[in-house]
């Protein structure tokens, strides 16, 4: 007899909690969109290891390269200069965070003097290259992009001698290509003072000061991706500690896309330990970015085939700006890619 009325009220329980259920669901979900949506980067305070190169008041602008370029298989421009030595003898210079390479002008000019031809790259998002500032148009595109400059000038006939090196963010980028499947691209590599991974033992607190990070919305795009979702990749996840403004000089913002397209990955360990072609890394022993401390007992422990140079005396920026940075960056190329 009571059987209905105990039907309806099951009923009624089970309407209730799926509407708790739903209602939960929808806190959830707006949390989250939430997050993506307003959890911008701040900007740091401004970085003199990050923003004063030195010796840079004396250097003779005249001497740099005009800007060339190739394009990538969107069509979008890939800008370079040419620093010209042996033709068999090629490297391909990556610069570093905010940076377009015009400030990689003397580390270009010693390796040039060492005997390689340098081709110092303006990455897509920086320096004109690309079609947007501090943006890619996928995750992954800058992987492609560098297969498609090492085409475009005839980096891969067989007899030329191609090395991958890089400069911070850019070291990063050299160790990820390294370990990855299109570690054939390049001979060796040579990673200066390179950025590793937010978990680093090398690394310090957001990188010193130098990266101001959006980690929520880095966390929650992370999970989309993960679920296969490339959605909201566009909005920025990092502001560095410089003032200067988005141009074709700067690049003072990046997209989750750009940023996660120049790191090892979240598994970078494993990238690590992937790396099998000769590498090298050269860091100041007084870097204010990075633990350079740290490198050995790093490497030690997941790749000891990679090897290591600490220049005394030398801090971040000094590895590109200082002649003893500069020098100790050709001896190890030479090192890598032999006399």
Known sequence: MDRPHHRSKYAAMLRKILIAAGVLVLMAVGTFAGVIAFNSPNAPPKLAAGNSIPGIAQWNFSEIPKPQSVRARDGAPLNYRLYPGRPHRAVVLVHGSTGTGLEMHKVAQSLQVAGATVYVIALRGHGGSGTRNGDVSYLGQLDDDLADLVKALGLDKQGIHQTLAGFSSGGGFVLRI???????????????????????????????????VALPRILALSLLDGFGLPWFQGLPAVHFATPAKADDNRTPVYSFRLMASLQLGRDWRAAVARIGAPTRIVIGANDELFNSDQFQPMLQAINPRIGLTIVPNEGHLGMIGDPAGAAAIAAAWLQLAGS
Do not use: E, I
Request: hydrophobic share 35%; no cysteine; proline share 9%.
């Open 178 to 212: 390294a370990g990855s499947s299109r570690a054939a691209l390049f001979d060796d590599y040579l990673a200066v003072s390179p950025y590793v991974s937010q978990d680093s033992p090398t690394n310090k607190p957001n990188a010193g000061g130098w990266a101001g």
